[in-house]
């Protein structure tokens, strides 16, 4: 066993019987390459890529290959989820000098940490006009020896473009309506009608920037940005990329058709994609968005849920294939010979057509990813089901996906505000409650006394690793959100605690924030990325957070710096609109107030529950939500708000206005429905 058997990463572990003498990231492994005067070799990854496994297959787990790594190089090994920022800065190295970037990715470094090449995966022989990895190992060897002049020159030249590279897109000015509308522009050119979606393949779920439609619509009654969402979640939910059979997203699809996913599930896909079609529903009556929202809730809870309470990072893409050999997608499709194995002749002719599945297959080896390709026949909806459930249950007697078991606190704080809010929205205590459960487990394991978070934890023991900017965001968020669900003030408390930490150790100059606390191990720049990809960028989250906590509390501190951070949303939403959509749905909460929610009343009683549910599920783009007793001061938003004649009341307010206090459920309704 290597250094990694001493560590908690679900990922390292999977490496920590290679024959390579992997060291994990720290100071002790730069300084034995110093000692030896060997480069670094940097491998970074995270548990359930694909690539990552099928390099470690042909390359780390052969003995010549890691005799070679041993005896030429000091060999680092980086789970990205734990260790985000260290991924961040050379992932930006990677695609600044190959145009591309992705994981397994490879890295050789001097021991001060400077990169000078660069590359993603290596086969273990020419292929496809790449270069073999022990080719590649020889060369930066030779290199290394020969040209060690050249090295440091290429090494320095890198540090400095990088170092160049510091944004200043915070306080240039909040977007407005012309930048929303040119983004929603933007994206109407690069909408699929045919298929939703954004762009091309490989396609990603866009929840983020669904999540900007939406509120757009709401804001703005565009009608043509509501249909863009509907449309696209519709595609998804019939795809490929949706487990027909258990709920939860699938990481991307590999087609422009939703068809054929790449298998692994991960948290933030499916937190970030309930809570959107939870809010579909919420905009539309979808029975669609209903029915996905509430089987991803569950999927996540169902599987990924550990025995702390907390949310586990992800399913792996590959499992048993039955015969002893991992492969992708084994544990989810199907071929019209298993169907018959389960349901019988009749039955199985049924699934087929109602799920898709064919004599080719639409994936490997005759094999088919169920779909939804047709509309809903509602005769057929009770044998649909009966076919479905007895398909699942024999499915859960395939060898499993592996699972990576670390809690990751940003990806946490979305499943806490989905859980919460679609509990809330349905009527499922249930999910309400693990949401709860999941907010306990980050207050008790990864906020300290100071309240710094500590990025990840595994068995119920915090990592060693510091919270970077999303997940003081995300996990501001997902309290914030908690604590409108639910009427408990605590969690605006903690929210405000992690803001804090976010004001003091986050901004830079002008409102732009920084990837990592300004106290946090120096690397060779400080990583700054302002843009969404497949989660809201620390920067965005933030700033969403900031303006929620603004708008419940009255804190012109957090507000100005929402506001200051927004200045990157000005900058870039026109320009590249799918990757910034959270920070265009936050800005639409900004032009919209936002709306400021107060709910006064007894506890447990039935008008004060339905005024507060109507609250809830109003759609004015990012309203934030207090309900309590009158007399309250769990919410600074209860201050001073009574009863009207002696009956629960909701009050309004937006932009220093207040509305008229009501104790009527259509009045409040049209508060928090009517665009302008």
Avoid at 319 to 331: I, L, N, R
Avoid at 477 to 490: I, K, N, Q, R, Y
Avoid at 581 to 601: H, T
């Amino acid at each position: 066993m290597n250094r990694l058997g001493g560590t908690t990463s679900p990922y390292l572990l999977q490496h920590a019987e290679n024959p390579v003498d992997w060291w994990p990231w720290g100071p002790e492994a730069f300084e034995e390459a110093r000692r030896r005067d060997v480069p670094v070799l940097l491998s970074v990854g995270y548990s359930a890529c694909h690539w990552c496994h099928v390099m470690a297959g042909e390359s780390f787990e052969d003995e010549a290959t890691a005799g070679y790594m041993n005896e030429h190089f000091v060999n680092i090994k980086v789970d990205r989820e734990e260790r985000p920022d260290v991924d961040a800065v050379y992932m930006e190295a990677v695609q600044a000098a190959t145009g591309q970037g992705g994981w397994p990715m490879t890295v050789f470094l001097t021991a001060d940490g400077e990169p000078f090449y660069f590359g993603t995966y290596f086969p273990p022989a020419p292929r496809h006009g790449m270069a073999s990895f022990p080719q590649v190992l020889e060369g930066v060897t030779a290199a290394w020896t020969g040209r060690r002049e050249e090295v440091a020159e290429v090494a320095g030249r890198i540090v400095r473009e990088l170092a160049g590279r510091s944004l200043a897109h915070g306080g240039g000015g909040v977007p407005g309506e012309e930048e929303l509308a040119q983004a929603l522009l933007g994206l109407t050119r690069e909408y699929d009608a045919q298929r939703g979606g954004f762009g091309g393949a490989p396609k990603f779920p866009s929840s983020m920037v669904v999540e900007f439609l939406l509120r757009h619509h709401a804001r703005t009654g565009a009608e043509g940005a509501l249909q863009m969402a509907a449309d696209t979640c519709e595609a998804m939910a019939r795809g490929g990329i949706y487990d027909q059979l258990g709920g939860g997203f699938a990481r991307y699809s590999v087609d422009r058709d939703w068809v054929v996913p790449h298998f692994e599930k991960m948290l933030y896909d499916n937190a970030l994609l309930c809570r959107v079609y939870a809010h579909l529903w919420r905009a539309t009556g979808s029975d669609l968005a209903r029915r996905v929202a509430v089987e991803t809730a569950d999927f996540m809870v169902r599987e990924l849920r550990t025995p702390e309470g907390g949310f586990t990072s992800a399913l792996d893409a590959d499992s048993d294939d039955g015969g002893g050999k991992h492969v992708e997608g084994a544990f989810y499709v199907w071929t019209p010979e298993q169907l018959r194995a389960v349901l019988g002749e009749s039955d199985a002719e049924f699934a087929a057509q109602y799920f898709g599945v064919t004599e080719e297959g639409t994936f490997e080896e005759g094999a088919s990813v169920l779909q939804l390709p047709q509309g809903g026949d509602v005769a057929a909806a009770g044998r649909a089901e009966s076919v479905r459930q007895r398909l699942l249950a024999a499915r859960e007697e395939r060898p499993r996906p592996g699972r990576d078991d670390k809690i990751v606190a940003a990806w946490n704080g979305l499943a806490i505000a989905a859980l919460a809010e679609t509990g809330a929205y349905f009527d499922r205590p249930d999910l309400v409650e693990r949401a709860t459960e999941a907010a306990d487990l980050l207050v008790r394991v990864h906020l300290d006394d100071a309240a710094r978070l500590a990025r990840t934890s595994k068995d119920g023991k915090a990592g060693a690793n510091a919270g970077v900017l999303e997940d003081y965001g995300d996990v501001a968020e997902g309290f914030l959100a908690l604590a409108g669900v639910t009427g408990e003030g605590a969690w605006l408390e903690f929210a405000g605690f992690l803001l804090d930490i976010v004001l003091d150790r986050f901004v830079g100059e002008g409102g732009a924030l920084f990837d990592t606390a300004d106290d946090a191990e120096r690397l060779i720049r400080r990583p700054q990325d302002p843009t969404d990809n497949a989660t809201p960028s620390g920067w965005t989250a933030a700033a969403g957070a900031l303006l929620s906590f603004a708008a419940h509390t009255g804190s012109e501190r957090h507000r100005d710096a929402a506001e200051g951070a927004l200045g990157v949303v000005k900058a870039l939403g026109p320009r590249a609109p799918r990757f910034i959509g959270w920070g265009l749905a936050v800005a639409e909460a900004l032009l919209d107030g936002p709306r400021e929610v107060a709910v006064v009343g007894p506890a447990g009683d039935a008008g004060t529950a339905e005024l507060h549910r109507t609250a809830l599920l109003g759609t004015a783009p990012g309203a934030v939500v207090a309900a309590g007793a009158a007399g309250s001061d769990e919410f600074p938003l209860l201050t001073d708000r009574p009863l009207v004649d002696g009956r629960p009341a909701a009050y309004v307010c937006r932009q220093f206005v207040c509305a008229a206090p009501t104790t009527e459920v259509g009045v409040l309704r049209g508060e928090l429905a009517v665009f302008e």
